[in-house]
């Protein structure tokens, strides 16, 4: 996600300072300048005043992976926010953007959309880090920065690598990498219905919640384009010919899909489709 609104952001027009523990090798424009800093103390005193600051870093593999229990896996995600928060504090942006996710509900939640209005009531360490996390910006920051906390859901777009701290893939990446590797492409036989939001929109649906007013909670920013994997993973096959979609068995509760917040930055906004992203990815790939 970072990476795509940090590429997005400059397309926009705006000069970007990316801050984090390590970056992709690949460099994807010309533009780009990497320098190394001393983070241990927090960010810099050089790194210069910004408009908007988006914290965007966080660990999504679970703690029995990294070997850590799950209250040390919440402090590797809040330290990074209070080290950003301290940022914030010192320098007054105008805007700042915590980006939470869908994960903080549970699978229970609803049965259907998950609306912005619903209290969210997930236990695992991923949703109560996040659930931590928009607690402290509410609480954390004084009335000259606007604080705009905004939940993702289902992504899929250009870019994604694994890491240490993200082992996981998004549903599309890894139906794109069996197909390449000629396999069938695994649907869960409960067959769920997902938002499908294109990473690439982000940035631009994001300026545009940050230009408009406050919500006042938090924003639910996703797509409209909403469907089941059995039709995405159809999509795929019909664009990678030698591959087909498979009923495998379910495991776990999937949740429901994310219903975007009705609020006038997202009224009307032209979300790109999963035929038009899904080409759009694949040529990438093809370019890289």
């Known amino acids: 996600v970072g990476r795509a609104l940090a590429l997005g952001f400059a397309d926009l027009g705006w000069r970007v300072i990316g801050l984090d523990r390590a970056f992709d090798e690949r460099r994807e424009s010309d533009s780009m300048r990497r320098s190394t800093a001393d983070l241990a103390e927090g960010v810099p005193l050089d790194i210069p005043d910004v408009d908007l600051v ?12 990294l070997g850590v229990t799950t209250a040390e896996y919440i402090e590797l995600n809040t330290r990074p926010l209070l080290t950003m928060l301290e940022y914030v504090s010192r320098t007054s942006p ?95 036989s409960d067959d769920p219905l997902r938002e499908w939001t294109f990473t690439s929109d982000l940035a631009v649906a994001l300026e545009q919640v940050v230009d408009g007013p406050p919500a006042g909670h938090p924003v639910h920013l996703g797509s409209t384009h909403v469907s089941r994997d059995s039709a995405f993973a159809a999509l795929i096959a019909s664009e990678l010919p030698g591959t087909e979609p498979v009923t495998v068995p379910a495991e776990g509760p999937v949740k429901p899909p994310m219903v975007p917040s009705d609020i006038p930055a997202l009224r009307d906004f032209g979300w790109t489709d999963p035929t038009t992203g899904l080409r759009v990815l694949l040529a990438a790939e093809v370019v890289a």
């Open 54 to 65: 988006v914290h965007a870093a966080w660990v999504t593999t679970d703690p029995a992976t």
């Open 94 to 188: 105008a805007d700042f953007v915590f980006l939470s996710s869908s994960g903080v509900f549970a699978a229970t939640d609803m049965t259907e959309g998950l609306k912005d209005s619903y209290s969210p009531t997930g236990t695992s360490p991923y949703a109560v880090a996040k659930q931590a996390g928009e607690a402290l910006v509410r609480s954390a920051l004084d009335l000259q920065t606007e604080i705009h906390v905004v939940r993702l859901g289902y992504l899929f777009g250009p870019g994604e690598v694994t890491r240490p701290s993200r082992v996981g893939v998004s549903l599309v990446a890894g139906w794109l990498a069996a197909a390449r590797q000629g396999h069938a492409l695994a649907v869960r």
